[in-house]
């Protein structure tokens, strides 16, 4: 489990921490100076300081001085972000031992250029990329194993996919995550290409219901899709209201 610091000064080696940079609880630091100096420490520390971190989850608000301050931290194995207006990931180019990324609210996060070819990577989850557009480098990411783009569940507003052809590079891929996500171009075959595919997520929409259901002999993660969809269609039925006698 990480080690929770607020605090630099409460760093003693470990290789796993959760960081709070920012937001921090009045009764913790009252004033907005010393909110300020705590943030403004992260970041020299993270800059210049070597460490034995190889797992940061930063667990508040990330400002992208802070996300670009992680450059002296080379040996980072896992980042996560949790939210914030970061608008720039280019200093993950400098972490050449990256497995794991989880970029959070990333509402303002235009581009992953810079994940290009990461050989490294394995794991990838964006969560509201709803400026990204170009998925290539997605594509791009061979050995990927887990993949969620995705958008924050309960939102009204939903991370617009064009189609699914960019996912088909992706022959080691395992789980696939779209929940909160639409799809302009329902067709889903492109899936089928992916020959470990086990776990899928999307959102229960009519406009592929048919295709889910014609395909779950020839794949288990389709499989699985459609039995949510019997259990969903179970439960509505349930919860339907009896219309009244006559």
Not at 100 to 117: F, I, N, Q, V, W
Not at 124 to 148: E, K
Not at 224 to 237: F, G, Q, R
């Amino acid at each position: 489990m990480s080690e929770i610091l607020w605090s630099p000064d409460q760093y003693s080696g470990e290789a796993s921490v959760a960081v709070t940079a920012t937001q921090l609880d009045d009764r913790i630091v009252p004033s907005a100076s010393g909110r300020r100096r705590i943030l403004s420490a992260w970041i020299e520390f993270f800059s210049t300081h070597k460490t034995a971190i190889k797992e940061l989850h930063l667990r508040s608000r990330v400002p992208q001085e802070l996300l670009d301050s992680l450059i002296g931290q080379p040996q980072l194995a896992t980042v996560h972000l949790k939210w914030g207006p970061y608008r720039d990931i280019s200093v993950l180019s400098s972490l050449p031992l990256l497995s794991k990324l989880t970029l959070g609210g990333a509402t303002a996060l235009g581009s992953l250029e810079p994940l290009r070819d990461r050989a490294s990577l394995v794991d990838l989850s964006v969560a509201q990329g709803h400026r990204i557009t170009d998925l290539s480098p997605i594509s791009s990411l061979l050995n990927l194993v887990d993949l969620r783009f995705a958008g924050y569940i309960g939102s009204d507003k939903l991370v617009r996919l064009e189609d699914l052809c960019w996912v088909e590079p992706l022959a080691t891929l395992r789980s696939l995550d779209l929940g909160g996500a639409r799809l302009v171009n329902p067709d889903l075959s492109p899936l089928l290409r992916l020959p470990r595919l086990e776990e899928l997520r999307l959102p229960l929409r009519r406009q592929y219901r048919a295709q889910v259901f014609e395909l779950a002999s020839t794949s288990p993660a389709f499989a699985e899709l459609a039995a949510e969809y019997t259990a969903y269609d179970a439960y509505v039925s349930l919860t339907r209201p009896t219309p009244p006698r006559g």
